[in-house]
C-alpha cells in the first residue's frame, strides 16, 4: 500500500448540499461553490443531494443536469473535478458525513431566507450540518435588501411666518396657517418664548467676570 501524498498534493475539496426540491435555496448554494471552485485551480467539488425517498438513478441526471446549467451560465469549469452523490438520510448528518469522507475543506449549504443573523439557522440544515462538520461552513442566500437611506430634508422658510415674525418683533413666529395645520411646523412641535427686552445692564456679568462685587 502507498504511502498517502504529502499535505501539500491535497486539492482544495468542497461539498456542495443542494436540494432538488427547494431549488432557490440550492441554487445560492451552489452559485457560491461554483464561484469558489472555479478560483481554485484543481479544485474538487462534490455535489449532494439527499433524498428523502428511495434513492434512485434518474435523480442523479437530474443532478448533473442541473449543475451543467448552472456551470455554463458562470462560463464553465474547467480544470475542476466535480462529482455527483445522492444519498438518503437526514440532510444534516449526510452532508457532514460526505465531507467527512472526502476531507473536504469546506461545505456550502444554502438558504432562501435573506441573510439574518436572528433565528437565521435554528431548526435549519445549516444548523445541523454546522453542528456536526469537521470543516468550515458556508450558508448562501439571497442578497439582502438595501435598507432606504434616511435623508434629512430641511424645508425652506416659509414667507408668511418670516413677514409676522418681523411685524410682531418675533411675538409671533408662525403665519396663521402653520400656527394651526402645519405637520412638521405644528405649534406642539416647537415650544417657543420671546421677550423683547432684557435688561442686560443689569446684568451680572456687567458688574463682574464672576458675578460677585
Request: charged share 20%; hydrophobic share 40%.
Amino acid at each position: 500500500m502507498s504511502d498517502p501524498p504529502p499535505s501539500g498534493d491535497k486539492p482544495f475539496v468542497l461539498v456542495v448540499a443542494l436540494d432538488l426540491a427547494d431549488t432557490p435555496s440550492g441554487g445560492y448554494a451552489l452559485d457560491q461553490a461554483l464561484r469558489i471552485a472555479i478560483r481554485i485551480p484543481e479544485s474538487q467539488l462534490h455535489v449532494l443531494h439527499v433524498a428523502t425517498a428511495d434513492v434512485k438513478r434518474e435523480i442523479l441526471g437530474l443532478l448533473r443536469h442541473y449543475v451543467e446549467e448552472k456551470a455554463a451560465a458562470l462560463g464553465g469549469c474547467d480544470g475542476q473535478h466535480v462529482g455527483m452523490h445522492v444519498r438518503k438520510g437526514e440532510p444534516g448528518r449526510e452532508i457532514a458525513q460526505l465531507a467527512a469522507d472526502f476531507a473536504a475543506d469546506l461545505i456550502v449549504v444554502g438558504t432562501h431566507k435573506a441573510p439574518q443573523l436572528k433565528n437565521l439557522f435554528v431548526g435549519s440544515t445549516a444548523e445541523q450540518v454546522m453542528a456536526s462538520a469537521t470543516c468550515p461552513v458556508v450558508v448562501a442566500g439571497p442578497r439582502p435588501h438595501p435598507h432606504p437611506q434616511h435623508v434629512i430634508t430641511i424645508e425652506g422658510a416659509c414667507p408668511d411666518c418670516v413677514r409676522s415674525r418681523l411685524e410682531t418683533k418675533g411675538r409671533a413666529w408662525w403665519c396663521e396657517r402653520h400656527a394651526e395645520n402645519h405637520p412638521v411646523l405644528h405649534r406642539h412641535h416647537h415650544i417657543y418664548t420671546y421677550q423683547s427686552e432684557l435688561p442686560f445692564t443689569q446684568h451680572d456679568s456687567e458688574v463682574s467676570p464672576t458675578g460677585v462685587d
